[in-house]
């Protein structure tokens, strides 16, 4: 539990549960952390085509993607 306090605490992934999956979060909560992952894992395929990920303001993104430029040009090195 103490690994996964982002999610514990935001409740993000609940609220797009809620508005796009039939039921919402607690449906599938109900079916398991398996079916929860895929939904996500789906999610992410949807949305990452229309995300402008150089103009996102969230601060926790931004460090994200600056950490994963980073190893990038590392990598290319």
Same mark, same amino acid.
């Given at each position: 539990?103490?690994?996964?306090? @982002?999610?514990?605490?935001?409740?993000?992934?609940?609220?797009?549960?809620?508005?796009?999956?039939?039921?919402?979060?607690? /449906? &599938?909560?109900?079916?398991? @952390?398996?079916?929860?992952?895929? /939904?996500?894992?789906? @999610?992410?395929?949807?949305?990452?085509?229309?995300?402008?990920?150089?103009?996102? #303001?969230?601060?926790?993104?931004?460090?994200? &993607?600056?950490?994963?430029?980073?190893? #990038?040009? &590392?990598?290319?090195?």
């Amino acid at each position: 539990m103490q690994g996964r306090w @982002w999610n514990l605490r935001s409740g993000t992934w609940e609220i797009l549960a809620d508005a796009v999956f039939s039921g919402g979060a607690n /449906e &599938l909560k109900n079916r398991g @952390w398996q079916v929860v992952g895929r /939904e996500k894992s789906v @999610w992410a395929e949807k949305i990452t085509p229309h995300m402008d990920v150089d103009n996102n #303001a969230s601060p926790s993104f931004r460090y994200f &993607l600056e950490n994963i430029r980073g190893l #990038a040009v &590392l990598g290319a090195q």
